[in-house]
């Protein structure tokens, strides 16, 4: 998985949390994270925070989650006004 900053038992936190899970960009990877439990959410990154950041939160997620088979999309995007999040390919939720 390269250089990730996370600790294996972090990143293994996140492939569980984000098993079966599909992201297309950085919105839909933190909402895998705030669609857990807080007391989950507050325990991982009070550890976390001790030797990492938001951007090798990321790094994390963006390793173990991948977009939807059927989006043409690999880059991050803002979605549009009232939409969750969409895709350039025009995959839209």
């Not at 994270?33 to 990321?58: C, G, K, L, M």
């Not at 939807?68 to 880059?75: D, F, G, R, V």
Request: proline share 5%; aromatic share 10%.
């Amino acid at each position: 998985m390269g250089n990730l900053k996370l600790h294996t038992k972090h990143i293994d936190e996140l492939r569980t949390i984000c098993a079966g899970k599909y992201a297309a960009n950085m919105r839909q990877r933190w909402d895998i994270i705030w669609a857990q439990p807080a007391s989950w959410r507050y325990a991982f990154f009070e550890q976390v925070y001790e030797y990492a950041n938001d951007t090798h939160v990321d790094s994390a997620l963006r390793a173990v989650v991948k977009p939807h088979p059927s989006c043409a999309c690999t880059a991050d995007q803002k979605p549009a006004p009232g939409v969750l999040w969409a895709c350039t390919c025009g995959l839209v939720a």
